[in-house]
């Protein structure tokens, strides 16, 4: 594997894994080793972290206990090998630096972390508890616990009935519980200065979380002064967090978004209302009955009877899912889109107003921004906004793709492979505008634009390495289109989405749209 005019050869033996270092600049060399840098520098793979889609591997560095990330990510789907900087939305022209377990990673990936950094020698001697997310992440200390148990087996009593010994997330009420997840699931504020770097985290399951870390709001400013003088010369950096109203557009921040949603605020929403850790499917972690409305109706009991009357929907379609309406897929992580988990309603105006997409064009991909105004202000009375001429004529979600930022054109390719919008929207003009996304400046967009183009008709095969060069790019865009046109004869005509009737492409349009294309660098901080 190549990074730049560094080679990295790995070995395995015995089941354990090293990697060859040759080519980098001898100063950074010099940070892997104690010693003088040899030609070709050997390093065990001493960790690997990741979960259902990727895999990261750890390497020392020679400064204590410290390890750095192998800069190549294994996709574990696509059994794959890429560039750590193409995992994720960020600049292509960044200069990645080396990541620091010690400093980022254990903050949420393992439990009971102390970094314990000596600033002076720049040297980690960082202890954990355990590595991974285990039973003390959630349940607090267990010492008392593991004793208690053992006495009572020794002794032949029956377990105890309240556990009161360890804390339980789902007896708690409904803030101090979902707080246990927010440790790790949100953007928290701590000063450097107190003690981080040396102790890790005070917080323990149970404490209120907003004495030590409290949570970032970026719609409370007034509340947070430290975040309005963060916000004067960091902009860049929070805007990779959060949309400009506040809103989150990364995965893993998910109680940033409950705290600010009314079902949290004014009634008992937690998370462990649809999630479990133990009696659930490992990707989603959603109880059972979890997968429809069950956790909406708990509340909301008249729509059990009217939902179609509310959602304007067939009551068995995607339309009448709650969460497709009030949850879209507005966040970004992991190479695709992720639910919103601040719950709120579809408007047009947002969308105008941060740029972020609507649930009902999320859905409805050939549609325009004033299509849905005028629906949303039929059905429920929402007053219609003043919308430009490309919003009146065109398709919000080829628009977003094709002039969105790169965070914009991540969401609309992977709304574009969307089965239920597929449903919705026909799947037989989404093509040119995905191999469009097949040249896309960030690999990311790239990424999902390919995956989502295997989701169409004719294209389930379709060949591409988003990792290859500009000419073999530009290659397979051609292909694509020549594989869509070839199929094309029954395409109806649709102006707002540049294609048909048939295999014609309105490419004036396209270049037209590709030339205003937002190129503001973004770094979306997963």
Not at 8 to 27: C, M, P, R, W
Not at 503 to 517: D, G, M, R
């Amino acid at each position: 594997m190549d990074a730049g005019p560094a080679r990295f050869t790995l070995h395995e033996s015995s089941n354990h894994y090293s990697v060859d270092i040759q080519g980098i600049k001898a100063a950074e060399l010099a940070q892997l080793t104690n010693g003088p840098p040899p030609e070709t520098l050997r390093l065990p793979m001493e960790m690997v972290t990741g979960s259902h889609y990727f895999q990261v591997f750890w390497t020392p560095t020679g400064h204590g206990n410290q390890q750095i990330g192998f800069p190549f990510t294994w996709l574990i789907a696509e059994k794959h090998w890429v560039p750590r900087n193409d995992a994720f939305i960020r600049d292509p022209h960044f200069e990645p630096r080396p990541e620091q377990w010690n400093k980022v990673c254990i903050r949420c990936h393992t439990t009971g972390a102390r970094p314990m950094r000596d600033s002076e020698k720049q040297v980690y001697d960082t202890h954990v508890a355990e590595l991974g997310i285990s039973c003390e992440a959630c349940h607090g200390p267990g010492e008392t616990h593991l004793a208690l148990e053992q006495k009572r087996r020794r002794d032949g009593t029956a377990p105890g009935q309240s556990r009161s010994e360890i804390v339980q997330p789902a007896h708690l009420d409904h803030v101090r519980s979902s707080q246990v997840c927010g440790f790790c699931h949100s953007m928290k504020w701590y000063e450097e200065t107190l003690g981080w770097h040396q102790n890790g985290f005070s917080y323990r399951p149970g404490d209120d979380l907003e004495k030590t870390t409290p949570i970032i709001r970026p719609t409370r400013l007034a509340e947070q002064p430290w975040l309005t003088n963060y916000l004067s010369t960091s902009l860049d950096n929070f805007n990779g967090f959060f949309w400009s109203d506040g809103m989150v557009r990364v995965t893993g921040r998910e109680f940033n978004g409950l705290i600010e949603s009314a079902c949290y605020q004014k009634g008992e929403l937690a998370c462990v209302t649809c999630h479990s850790m133990h009696k659930s499917d490992p990707d989603k972690q959603l109880k059972e009955g979890m997968s429809g409305n069950g956790a909406c109706f708990t509340c909301h009991q008249p729509y059990r009877i009217s939902l179609s009357e509310h959602t304007h929907h067939r009551a068995d379609s995607s339309g009448s899912f709650c969460y497709n309406c009030h949850m879209p897929y507005t966040s970004y992580g992991l190479l695709r889109g992720v639910r919103s988990h601040q719950i709120d309603r579809p408007t047009v105006l947002s969308t105008l107003k941060t740029g972020r997409p609507n649930a009902c064009n999320l859905c409805h991909l050939d549609k325009t921004l004033k299509w849905t105004a005028e629906h949303l202000s039929d059905w429920y009375g929402q007053p219609m906004p003043e919308l430009g001429d490309e919003d009146q004529r065109l398709s919000a979600t080829v628009k977003s793709l094709l002039s969105g930022d790169a965070g914009q054109r991540a969401l609309a390719a992977f709304s574009l492979g969307w089965e239920p919008a597929l449903a919705a929207s026909g799947n037989d003009w989404e093509a040119p505008v995905l191999a469009w996304g097949l040249e896309d400046n960030y690999a990311g967009v790239r990424f999902i634009s390919h995956r989502s183009l295997t989701h169409l008709p004719g294209f389930e095969s379709f060949p591409y390495d988003f990792d290859s060069t500009l000419e073999q790019r530009h290659e397979a865009r051609r292909k694509a289109l020549e594989l869509w046109r070839a199929g094309a004869g029954a395409v109806p005509q649709r102006e707002q989405t540049l294609t048909g009737p048939g295999p014609i492409i309105n490419t004036s349009a396209f270049s037209k749209l590709l030339e205003h294309q937002d190129n503001r660098p973004v770094r979306l901080h997963e």
